[in-house]
């Protein structure tokens, strides 16, 4: 019998289980949904019990053609940072936390402005967000000190579901790096806990274990529940970026890896750290390696914010007819990219590289301007905002190609835009579901189907197809950044007072 990689990515909306055989071909695909809850202001959450529900539907879903013995080992990734907590019993303490969830703003907010910040940058080789594992916790500890307390186990959202399947707590490198770890020594460290006022809690951070490394097996329960094999191994696997970066088959120096999804990622490997305060230093998939990543929450859910809102009926349309928008728009929009255009668009509906408080702007409308312009401004302003992350990595690390994938990658029309944008050639992998495929290598080299990571990449990741830059409209696109660069300069010290307006209303 032919046997068969299973990789689980829990996002931030949906949960999907696909099925690879040992070349990196995709088998069969399980989705559900997960539906998010906003209690409060800020909050972004959901329900614990429910992700794991529906991890399991979508791996029973993805089971359906091919009999679960055949699944040789199991590899998990989830969102990264955010935090999913349990009490000493290993039950959930709470709601799953996002990283969309900006409660914790304030508290960055204070260690910034204590000098906190620009220490955790030279000990831990990044400034934590809202969203950090750290910056929730301690905000936990503020406001809900009972919560705190009664703390067991700090997990991630992989972690999480890992946990389900196997009845064992553990973490990865990537992730125990979004918040604990030293980045010289890439382990956890005591210094940066006593750092954040968070020394209590070491005793609930979880054993690290090696991303391609077993971490424990199916158990019994889990079994039954997701019709997987009691026994079958599960691999530690990786944070989601990092995992995504693995499936389309980055595991060196000099490629740059991006998605466009709900945050811009954009990530480049060294085998040094360097810091800056304009990316995160976190480990790499191996052992002195490390990944630089530079992101905001400012990437194609713009794209979907405008397309829904400029085409409703064209939207309802489509959802009516079972095609894609693009099939119904595509001319239209097509069409707004034939000239020049004065239009343009600071896609920060989510957040921005440039901290709380910016929001989103369209700038030059004109009478004669039509909605697909605007559509047009959207697209290139969510392609500059992922310019700006790379301009800072490429400062340090010299690139000469960019892999890409996320809602950018589905689009030849925002491919190419990519390209030109940005200068580079820039690859579509085959696989559409990099993340899952690169938590499934993880989980063939944890068994020995493949002898590394290297050689996982080097036998299931190919490229479908390149797009070149237009030297031309490089040239062109050059001058219109500088320009989107200049406006967010102005807008910066204005951007308070646009929020304050918002929420005095």
């Known amino acids: 019998m032919e046997s068969y990689l299973l990789g689980v990515d829990s996002g931030s ?19 559900r949904r997960v539906e998010q809850r906003q209690p409060h202001a800020r909050h972004v959450e959901r329900d614990m019990q429910q992700t794991w529900a529906a991890a399991c ?3 029973r879903d993805a089971l359906g053609k091919i009999p679960a013995d055949a699944i040789a080992a199991v590899g998990v990734t989830g969102h990264g940072d955010g935090l999913y907590l349990l ?22 907010d204070r260690w910034r402005k204590a000098g906190v910040l620009e220490k955790a940058l030279t000990l831990t080789g990044q400034q934590p967000y809202p969203f950090a594992a750290v910056s929730l916790l301690k905000w936990i500890q503020i406001n809900e000190p009972q919560r705190y307390a009664k703390i067991g186990h700090v997990l991630f959202c992989k972690d999480w579901l890992r946990f389900c399947l196997t009845g064992i707590p553990a973490t990865d490198p990537t992730e125990a790096s979004s918040s604990f770890t030293c980045v010289n020594t890439q382990t956890y460290s005591d210094d940066v806990l006593a750092l954040y006022g968070l020394t209590s809690i070491g005793h609930a951070l979880p054993g690290i274990i090696a991303p391609a490394a077993t971490a424990g097996c199916i158990t019994a329960h889990a079994a039954a529940q997701t019709g997987l094999k009691q026994g079958t191994p599960v691999a530690c696997g990786l944070h989601d970026v990092t995992s995504s970066a693995l499936g389309m088959g980055n595991t060196e120096p000099g490629v740059l890896s991006i998605t466009a999804g709900t945050f811009s990622i954009n990530e480049i490997l060294s085998d ?7 990316w995160s230093c976190r480990n790499g998939t191996r052992a002195a390696q490390w990944m630089n990543m530079s992101i905001s929450p400012a990437s194609s859910s713009n794209v979907d914010w405008a397309l829904r809102e400029l085409f409703q009926h064209e939207t309802q349309e489509a959802a009516r007819l079972g095609c894609s928008l693009f099939d119904l728009i595509g001319d239209e929009v097509q069409a707004a990219f034939a000239g020049p255009s004065s239009v343009m ?16 702007s369209f700038f ?25 992350h790379i301009e800072a990595l490429t400062s340090a690390f010299p690139a000469r190609r960019a892999g890409l994938t996320g809602g950018g990658s589905s689009s030849p029309l925002l491919a190419q835009r990519f390209a030109d944008v940005l200068g580079i050639a820039i690859d579509i992998p085959e696989s559409q579901e990099a993340s899952a495929l690169g938590a499934a290598l993880c989980a063939g080299v944890s068994v020995g189907v493949f002898a590394s990571l290297a050689d996982a990449c080097a036998r299931a990741c190919r490229v479908a197809r390149t797009y070149t830059p237009d030297t031309e409209r490089h040239a062109q696109l050059d001058e219109t950044y500088a320009l989107w660069s200049q406006l967010a300069a102005a807008m910066t010290p204005l951007w308070p007072a646009l929020d304050h307006a918002a929420s005095a209303h």
């Open 87 to 108: 009490d000493h019993d290993g039950a959930p303490l709470g709601a799953g936390i996002l990283s969309l969830d900006s409660r914790a703003f304030d508290v960055t």
């Open 13 to 31: 909306t949906a949960t999907k289980a696909v099925i690879f055989d040992a070349s990196g071909r995709t088998v069969a695909v399980g989705s």
């Open 57 to 59: 539907g979508a791996i």
């Open 345 to 360: 668009f600071h896609p920060f509906l989510f957040g921005s590289p440039f901290g709380q408080p910016a929001s989103a």
């Open 364 to 388: 030059g409308i004109r009478s004669w301007h039509r909605r697909a312009h605007l559509a047009r401004a959207v697209i290139e302003g969510m392609v500059f905002n992922h310019r700006w």
């Open 272 to 278: 040094r750290p360097q810091l800056d305060p304009r």
